[in-house]
């Protein structure tokens, strides 16, 4: 019975929000009309101003539908993205900074575009602890990651000199740590669980997409070791002498894998831009 009271609650709530967030595009509908862009932009800023990012954001998504060829909506477009990135919707925010893209590639601030998608989709190593839950890391999809690399590399490279560029770069440095230690650590996850040619193919996206990073070494081992366990002599013996040939003095000639750093230890950074 508690159960049934607690779910009929829930369901009411759910409603309740619904129907709040339509009462407020309805009002915002019904008061806009014969308004003119400039004073949809306006109301739109104030809200911004006093941090009504909700309501703000009907503005400008009013302002940019309802005048699509003005000379504000634009920048409404570009206002909105920001806004629904503050009201704690990065889909919605993502979508409209998709679709400024496509429709105007050469905007002056289509650097700031790319800067926002990368930010939005930007996740330091507090999130990641935040969100551990113990679950297996081969789960764990680093797609948020290799977005905003994608967002911060076509900034650097289309707009090196944008006002945001340098940030862009100190961010894309440790994307690509960040994306390679990933690989390297489900890599040693697989090797520890006998799943040795799955180590292997995550090993070799390391060395194909991310050679010259820490995270290569350690890679290139687990491959070797992971190519005797399999008897693949051969392969083994080409894999070892590249590493040789990279890291004589290696201390996992010594030691191993163990005490290397595991899956989870590799969020335990000072800072990510270090």
Same mark, same amino acid.
């Given at each position: ?10 369901l !009411?709530? $759910?409603?309740?929000? !619904?129907? =709040?967030? &339509?009462? %407020? ?6 008061? *806009?009309?014969?308004? %003119? ?17 909700k ?8 302002? &940019?539908?309802? /005048?699509?060829? #003005?000379?504000h ?22 979508? +409209? ?6 429709? @105007? ?5 289509a650097? @700031?575009? @790319? ?7 930007f *996740?330091?190593p507090? &999130? ?5 839950? $113990? ?8 797609? $948020?990651?290799?977005? #905003? ?6 900034? +650097?490279?289309?707009f ?7 940030? =862009? ?16 650590? +489900? ?11 799955a180590?292997?193919?995550r ?6 997409? /991310?050679?010259? +990073?820490? =995270?290569t ?9 992971s190519?005797?366990? !399999?008897? !693949? ?9 590249? /590493? ?5 003095? #290696?201390?996992?000639?010594s030691?191993?894998?163990e005490? &290397?750093?595991?899956?989870?230890? /590799? ?8």
């Open positions: 019975m508690q159960k049934k009271t607690l779910k009929s609650l829930i !009411l709530l $759910g409603v309740s929000l !619904l129907a =709040a967030c &339509s009462n %407020t595009q309805d009002k915002i509908n019904d008061e *806009t009309i014969g308004w %003119t862009a400039p004073q949809l932009y306006e109301h739109a800023r104030e809200n911004v101003r006093s941090k009504n990012w309501t703000a954001s009907n503005y400008l998504h009013t302002l &940019s539908t309802r /005048f699509p060829y #003005s000379g909506a634009q920048q409404a477009m570009i206002d909105e993205a920001y806004v629904l990135w503050r009201d704690d919707e990065p889909e919605q925010s993502l979508a +409209v900074i998709d679709r400024f893209n496509r429709l @105007y590639p050469n905007h002056p601030n650097d @700031y575009m @790319y800067y926002l998608k990368g930010l939005i989709t *996740t330091p507090s &999130s990641f602890l935040s969100s551990y839950t $113990g679950q297996d890391p081969s789960e764990r999809d680093p797609k $948020g990651l290799r977005e #905003s690399y994608d967002a911060y590399n076509q900034l +650097v490279e289309r090196p000199n944008s006002r945001y560029a340098e940030d =862009a770069r100190l961010r894309l440095n440790w994307l690509v740590n960040t994306i390679a230690g990933n690989e390297v650590n +489900v890599a040693q996850y697989y090797y520890e669980r006998h799943a040795y040619v180590a292997i193919n090993a070799q996206v390391v060395l194909r997409d /991310f050679a010259g +990073v820490s =995270a070494e350690r890679a290139l081992y687990i491959m070797m070791k190519y005797e366990k !399999l008897g !693949l002599r051969d392969q083994a013996s080409d894999a070892e002498r590249v /590493f040789m040939q990279n890291y004589p003095n #290696s201390e996992y000639l030691k191993g894998l005490g &290397s750093s595991s899956w989870t230890d /590799f969020f335990k950074l000072s800072s990510w831009l270090n």
